[in-house]
């Protein structure tokens, strides 16, 4: 078999087997939370009927691996049940927020990631210059501040005080792309300075490894000029850990995207977990972490697949 394809099918397999873990570690870490579900949601004065009517209309009175495997069986099939806040079933509930989430992440991975890849080439090409210098202090400044911090200097400045984009990304099913690319700009652009620096000081940091190698002083001599040897010998040699860094925060736009959505009213899927949370609502509560596990597990993934397919070497690791 080719090796490429083992070692696709071996990352598969071990991804998977991570996910099933996962799926566990969420189910049992609901079932740990103290206090009982039905008395919760139904308050003090609910009566014994109507506590039993609830956990057997829930199938909470069943035993624990009873009912983590129906739990499992539904979500491979994308069935997450209902919810116990509103009775609805999750996959509407979290559907088109999910779908929210993804779209923001995307709009700022179109951002970050071009102006990360050339920002990094600039730094290598220019080392040790005022620009390099410039250039790593800002990004640094930009990673040392919290996300709801950097959300909140943007709305000062671009909507409280410039009144270019609204202060919330509250936007709706029927909006047209035009729309949520104008109100969801300033969730975007959270994001996207709060991951810019990673991948543009990874990408800096693999060009200037590879520049003191022999071939690229070959390169040097034989005249060729510096940009070209960078952008040309270079950052092809460099992709490995650079896929590895964006994949990675790519996965952190929609795992880590809770706070930005909430700071921005924004309606994806942090903010259902987070009431979700509020509501004790448990069943949307593993819905979500489930779908930003498999999310974080997938990327990280698909990292490792492509760092193999540009680099075939390192499936012979010394």
């Not at 559907?95 to 920002?119: D, H, K, M, W």
């Not at 949307?284 to 698909?302: D, G, K």
């Amino acid at each position: 078999m080719n090796p490429i394809l083992t070692i696709v099918l071996k990352r598969l397999l071990i991804g998977l087997l991570t996910l099933w873990l996962v799926t566990i570690i969420i189910f049992g870490a609901i079932e740990l939370l103290p206090g009982d579900i039905a008395t919760e949601k139904l308050g003090q004065a609910a009566t014994e009927e109507s506590l039993a009517a609830f956990r057997e209309q829930f199938n909470l009175n069943g035993p624990v691996y009873q009912r983590y495997l129906s739990w499992l069986a539904g979500a491979v099939t994308g069935d997450f049940g209902v919810s116990l806040a509103n009775q609805r079933p999750i996959s509407e509930v979290i559907g088109q927020r999910t779908a929210n989430t993804f779209f923001l992440a995307g709009y700022a991975a179109a951002i970050s990631v071009p102006i990360s890849i050339i920002a990094g080439m600039m730094a290598a090409l220019y080392n040790g210059s005022w620009f390099d210098r410039l250039l790593s202090s800002t990004t640094l400044a930009a990673i040392s501040f919290p996300e709801f911090f950097v959300a909140y200097i943007l709305i000062l400045i671009f909507a409280v005080g410039l009144g270019w984009f609204p202060s919330l990304a509250n936007i709706d099913a029927n909006a047209s792309l035009g729309e949520r690319l104008y109100s969801t700009f300033l969730p975007a652009m959270t994001l996207t300075l709060i991951v810019l620096a990673y991948m543009m000081r990874m990408t800096r940091a693999a060009i200037l490894n590879l520049l003191a190698l022999p071939y690229i002083e070959m390169a040097h001599l034989k005249g060729i000029k510096r940009w070209r040897v960078i952008a040309v010998h270079a950052l092809p040699n460099a992709l490995a850990p650079i896929i590895n860094v964006i994949a990675l925060n790519l996965a952190y736009l929609i795992v880590g995207v809770v706070l930005v959505e909430v700071v921005f009213v924004y309606p994806g899927l942090g903010q259902v977990l987070v009431d979700a949370v509020s509501n004790r609502d448990v069943t949307v509560v593993q819905a979500a972490c489930l779908i930003f596990a498999a999310t974080y597990i997938l990327l990280n993934l698909l990292a490792d697949i492509l760092s193999i397919v540009v680099n075939p070497r390192l499936l012979h690791p010394r």
